[in-house]
């Protein structure tokens, strides 16, 4: 069973930046695909990133795209997140998720079937 747990979240001020981890535990790690996901407070969840298995295949959401870069450490059993230009809107819990039945990008959010707690970004001046 994987297990995610996110860390670096907090408050930042706008225009800067944010560098989310993501700790995995469990046997399957680098077999699957991974994803970041977020939920502003009052709003949805909403689709970040998405990072395959081999870390060769990226994709931003189209409301972030050009300011963040996802990626993987297979070895360290890590998926980051580096989010720039920060904004207030940017403000929300981030999720770290695992599909576990695709090692390449899934075609639906739906695929996503693990998930960490949170990790909050306050951003804020």
């Known amino acids: 069973q994987v297990q995610l747990v996110e860390s670096g979240g907090g408050l930042v001020r706008p225009g800067g930046s944010v560098r989310l981890s993501c700790t995995a535990s469990g046997p399957t790690f680098s077999d699957n695909a991974k994803g970041w996901f977020r939920q502003a407070p009052g709003k949805e969840r909403e689709f970040v990133a998405a990072?395959?298995?081999?870390?060769?295949?990226?994709y931003n959401s189209d409301s972030m795209r050009g300011r963040l870069i996802i990626s993987r450490d297979n070895a360290k059993n890590t998926v980051s997140l580096e989010i720039y230009s920060l904004k207030p809107e940017d403000t929300a819990v981030y999720y770290c998720v695992a599909a576990r039945d695709y090692a390449d990008i899934p075609p639906s959010a739906r695929s996503y079937d693990v998930w960490g707690q949170g990790t909050l970004v306050t951003v804020s001046s």
């Open positions: 990072i395959s298995r081999s870390g060769v295949k990226k």
